[in-house]
Nanobody
Framework: QVQLVESGGGSVQAGGSLRLSCVASGAAPRTRCMGWFRQAPGKDREAVATIPSGGGSTYYADSMKGRFTISRDNAKNTVYLQMDTLKPEDTAMYYC?????????????????WGQGTQVTVSS
């Protein structure tokens, strides 16, 4: 019912920046909490940041605070993840996700729709 398409991933040197975009379509994407998650090989999928439908009360994982910024433009049905001061440990597949609720949760299990992911690789 909700389709999500990520873009903006790529390879970057440590200390560099990337901006990920996620375009949502389908059933009322503007009313839903949106989030970014990431998964590295051999590791669990973890929350990076979430943002409710109204665009306030954002959440960031501790390791991303001060470096990553989530935002959304509901007029464009798009959520962004600005990633600055990237580190090699940020290397992962990054996924955009949506919930069936306007407010957010942290667990990946609480999200109902997922994009295909975009790869981020940070070299030393």
């Amino acid at each position: 019912q909700v389709q999500l398409v990520e873009s903006g991933g790529g390879s970057v040197q440590a200390g560099g920046s990337l901006r990920l975009s996620c375009v949502a379509s389908g059933a009322a994407p503007r009313t839903r909490c949106m989030g970014w998650f990431r998964q590295a090989p051999g590791k669990d999928r973890e929350a990076v940041a979430t943002i409710p439908s109204g665009g306030g009360s954002t959440y960031y994982a501790d390791s991303m605070k001060g470096r990553f910024t989530i935002s959304r433009d509901n007029a464009k049905n798009t959520v962004y993840l600005q990633m600055d001061t990237l580190k090699p440990e940020d290397t992962a597949m990054y996924y955009c996700a949506a919930r069936n609720y306007a407010w957010c949760q942290v667990s990946a299990a609480e999200f109902n729709y997922w994009g295909q992911g975009t790869q981020v690789t940070v070299s030393s």
